[in-house]
């Protein structure tokens, strides 16, 4: 493999530094504010406000759901941010940080300040009895610090919004075994001092899903929701619930995260909002039942949307540039706020061919394949070898993005194909729901049938392809490996590799996921068996490698060191990385140079 490599200037460093994102862009009286995720601080999220880091060294960052999102809040009246070290809520607009909630075993999340009073409201997870904790939404003195349960009348609870005028509250729950995106309700309620008066569902619990409700400037609850099968636009006011815009596209996304900003309710009654197309994510404009797609310059992919009157502020991507965060205007002019960085020369970068691959049903696998891309490379070259990247989730979605690790492997002559195999969102309920109860079986089937086509396409070399993942995409390459054809070796990343153990030790929000994904136990006890990498260790010849986090709550190390241990034990090339300090997901910089140095040393070791 290494004689068969380009040299490229992009090393595992590189990775490292370029590898910061934006997150959560918010406006506040015309400031615009977002988190800066920074690996080379020790993966520490900033609060910026206008380009000024409000309080160096805070780290924001939220552990509700393990997964987090809604740190913080910028308001008027203050700056609350959640501090990662001890997920107690902080006010940043002074001379330096002060607590606003006490120490103790609660989390929170999606914080909001009630209009007309000096207090929030935020998802709180207390964690103080053991066992599985307790979420329910909470009002906080901002002043005292003072708590009290404004309602717990759920599993889970998501999206505390306020209205305007600060009479009612909107919010999302849902219960077991279901998963957000699967059965979450939109509740209503008056908000009073006393507490939560006349609480009802307003939509959803009839077999549809409710995400993400947002306030219009003109009182109109705007939210998302799929009686036909597609996330779609939806507004109340008053008595009476409507569609805002109907049709075959699928706009917001599945609710890993807190506040994830994809709708943007504009002054004059439009709606900002982020549509999956063309294997991306687009801007669209919805107003009166009419829907515009966006096309905004040099952006590949739009993370997030919040209004500012008439204008979208965004958070765009592409393949070439890291994150930036940009201004559309009413007259559609556009203009950069903030950025990561320039990118890199545009000989360096891999063009991304949207790749369709049938089933034998008739549906489509779509993957992204990012061709290799070196000026300095050999004009005549051969197949290329391949890494086929395997998605998280598994209900998430491989989208155009600017991948430094991407740019480590395409710069020396590798090809990657990203790809959304069944169970993957953007194309609405019916395709993420092909993975329930038959993950393990769809998913490696997906990955090996793109490898495949690529294979008997002529541009890739069989002897080269290697399968890598991460969380539930460990899963898949695992199985790929053990019983798939075709991948010479494999990297897993905090994979899942003994299905019934992780049902027992995992955190509360994907606690009962498995019940969608694989079945209900104990009925489902030797579906369990069957789709678990463990079970058919016996079968794995191929060389692994192994990263792993050694706090990750969300997949715990004892299932990377199972796994390895079987293989070990029975001769199989086997290399495993555990580092401190990290979780589920690597933050730092110096865990990003070392996973990436490891993997690149053992695939020319293993495949030269």
């Known amino acids: 493999m290494v004689g068969a490599e380009w040299t490229s200037p992009f090393d595992a460093a590189w990775v490292a530094r370029a590898g910061g994102s934006f997150a959560m862009p918010r406006v506040v009286d015309g400031r615009v504010f977002w988190l800066h995720s920074r690996p080379t601080e020790g993966g520490r999220t900033a609060v910026i406000a206008d380009g000024v880091d409000l309080a160096p060294g805070f780290d924001a960052r939220s552990r509700v759901h393990e997964y987090g999102g809604g740190a913080y809040c910028p308001t008027q009246a203050g700056v609350f941010a959640v501090s990662r070290t001890d997920q107690r809520i902080w006010r940043l607009d002074g001379p330096g940080p002060s607590p606003v909630t006490a120490e103790g075993a609660c989390r929170y999340a999606d914080v909001r300040l009630i209009p007309g009073t000096n207090a929030l409201v935020a998802v709180r997870e207390d964690h103080s009895a053991g066992g599985e904790p307790v979420n329910a939404l909470v009002r906080i003195e901002i002043a005292t610090g003072a708590e009290s349960v404004l309602w717990q009348g759920a599993d889970f609870v998501a999206a505390p919004r306020p209205s305007p005028d600060g009479q009612h509250l909107a919010f999302l729950a849902w219960d077991h075994p279901s998963m957000p995106w699967d059965a979450a309700r939109l509740m209503m309620a008056a908000l009073t001092p006393a507490g939560l008066e006349d609480v009802v569902v307003l939509s959803g619990g009839d077999g549809t899903s409710v995400a993400e409700p947002v306030w219009a400037p003109d009182g109109r609850l705007i939210f998302l929701r799929d009686p036909d099968g597609f996330w779609n636009p939806m507004a109340w006011q008053g008595r009476e619930v409507r569609p805002l815009w109907s049709g075959a596209l699928e706009f917001g996304q599945p609710h890993w995260t807190f506040d994830p900003a994809t709708l943007a ?71 950069e706020i903030a ?84 169970g993957s969102t953007g194309r609405g309920r019916v395709e993420r729901e092909r993975l329930y109860g038959r993950w393990g079986e769809v998913d490696v089937e997906d990955c090996c049938a793109v490898a495949e086509a690529l294979v008997a396409e002529g541009r890739i070399d069989p002897a080269r392809t290697i399968i890598r993942g991460g969380s539930a995409g460990g899963l898949t390459v695992l199985l790929a490996l053990a019983l798939g054809q075709g991948f010479a070796a494999g990297s897993c990343w905090y994979g899942v590799t003994d299905l019934a153990l992780l049902a027992a030790d995992t955190h509360k929000f994907e606690s009962r996921y498995l ?59 086997v290399e495993t990385h555990l580092f401190p300090g990290e979780g589920h997901g690597f933050r730092r910089a110096e865990t990003i140079i070392a996973a990436l140095e490891a993997e690149h040393a053992f695939f020319a070791r293993h495949l030269g």
């Open 265 to 335: 309710p504009l002054a004059d009654g439009r709606l900002a909002a982020i549509v999956a197309s063309g294997g991306s994510r687009r801007l669209a404009l919805v107003a009166e039942g009419g829907l515009t797609l966006i096309d905004l310059p040099g952006v590949d992919r739009v993370d997030a949307v919040v209004a500012d009157g008439l204008d979208v502020i965004c958070q765009v991507g592409s393949v070439d540039r890291p994150d930036r965060l940009i201004r559309r205007t009413a007259t559609g002019a556009v203009r």
């Open 339 to 422: 950025s990561l960085g320039e990118g890199v020369p545009g000989g360096w970068v891999p063009s991304v061919e949207v790749q369709h691959v049938s089933r034998p049903d008739g549906s489509s696998i779509e993957a992204l394949l990012y061709w290799p891309a070196n000026p300095n490379a050999p004009t005549v070259t051969g197949p290329r070898p391949l890494i086929v990247q395997v998605h998280g989730g598994p209900t998430g979605a491989a989208l155009p993005r600017f991948k430094p690790d991407y740019l480590f492997w395409t710069s020396r002559g590798y090809a990657v194909a990203d790809v959304n195999y069944g």
């Open 515 to 573: 019940d969608q994904l694989v079945g209900p136990l104990p009925e489902a006890e030797a579906v369990y068996r069957a789709r678990s990498p463990i079970t058919h260790a016996e079968r794995l010849r191929r060389p692994v490698i192994f990263l792993q986090g050694a706090e990750d709550r969300v997949v715990p190390p004892d299932q990377t060191e199972m796994m390895a241990g079987a293989l070990a034990d029975r001769g199989v090339p």
